[in-house]
């Protein structure tokens, strides 16, 4: 909730830090270790996308012409997801960590880091990979219900489009909420499904107020909270652990 609220809130995902952030705060997790998981999801699920956005062009195809601009998107993604997971693949091998050996400023962080990521070399990436399946099927339907709350009732392959274009537009520094870069996407992929680009603009702007944000409120209570609760933990080490005053009980 916090990495989620967050990166709706600030530009370019920094919502990802704080999540590793609270992990180390609240549980006591490496950032490092954090952040190698996050990687890992953020990984996974920009192939999804890709998958997503590539398979619904597909199935388009043969009843409509092909978006140049979504396939230009298609493209660009597709080769910097490839180049991510490969980078992953070798951080991940077996030569890793000699040549971690001769930086051994940040060879334990560096070997932290090939551990994680050595997940990606076995059959589990194969169950995670289903996990991310599963996660966004519910995220596509929501999709498809705020764009049916404004009228047009998308297909598969054009819902898989806009799942793949949406989600990539969130990669691109901008505003609060994704603000411009998300009804562009939204515009693109209903423009390309047949329906005007005022539709696909109204449906992003309902997505950002009725999902991103609550999302932001709940990571915003939830960071209060547990600033209140360091505040007063930091309060009571001041004070020696001294029993609070009776009215504070």
Excluded at 59 to 81: C, K, M, Q
Excluded at 141 to 155: I, M, Q, T, Y
Aim: charged share 15%; aromatic share 6%.
């Amino acid at each position: 909730m916090v990495g989620y609220g967050l990166n709706a809130i600030m530009p370019a995902r920094l919502g990802e830090l704080f999540r590793a952030e609270f992990f180390k705060r609240t549980y006591g997790l490496s950032r490092v270790w954090a952040l190698t998981s996050i990687v890992i999801e953020r990984l996974l699920d920009g192939l999804a996308v890709i998958a997503c956005l590539g398979v619904g062009l597909l199935l388009a195809a043969t009843t409509r012409p092909a978006s140049h601009v979504l396939l230009e998107v298609l493209a660009t993604g597709g080769v910097l997801f490839g180049l991510l997971l490969l980078a992953a693949l070798c951080l991940a091998g077996p030569a890793a960590p000699r040549l971690f050996a001769r930086l051994p400023a940040v060879a334990d962080q560096l070997g932290m880091v090939q551990r994680g990521l050595a997940i990606l070399r076995t059959w589990r990436t194969v169950e995670v990979a289903a996990l991310t399946v599963v996660v966004y099927l519910p995220d596509s339907l929501s999709l498809w219900l705020v764009v049916k709350a404004v009228g047009p009732a998308l297909g598969l392959a054009d819902t898989l489009v806009l799942v793949g274009a949406a989600s990539l537009s969130t990669l691109v520094p901008s505003g609060p909420a994704f603000l411009g870069t998300l009804q562009f996407a939204y515009a693109l992929a209903l423009e390309f499904a047949g329906f005007p680009r005022a539709i696909g603009i109204a449906a992003a702007t309902l997505a950002q107020l009725c999902v991103l944000l609550p999302l932001a409120l709940a990571a915003t209570g939830i960071l209060l909270g547990g600033s209140r609760s360091l505040l007063l933990a930091a309060a009571g080490k001041e004070d020696g652990g001294a029993p609070l005053p009776e009215e504070r009980r």
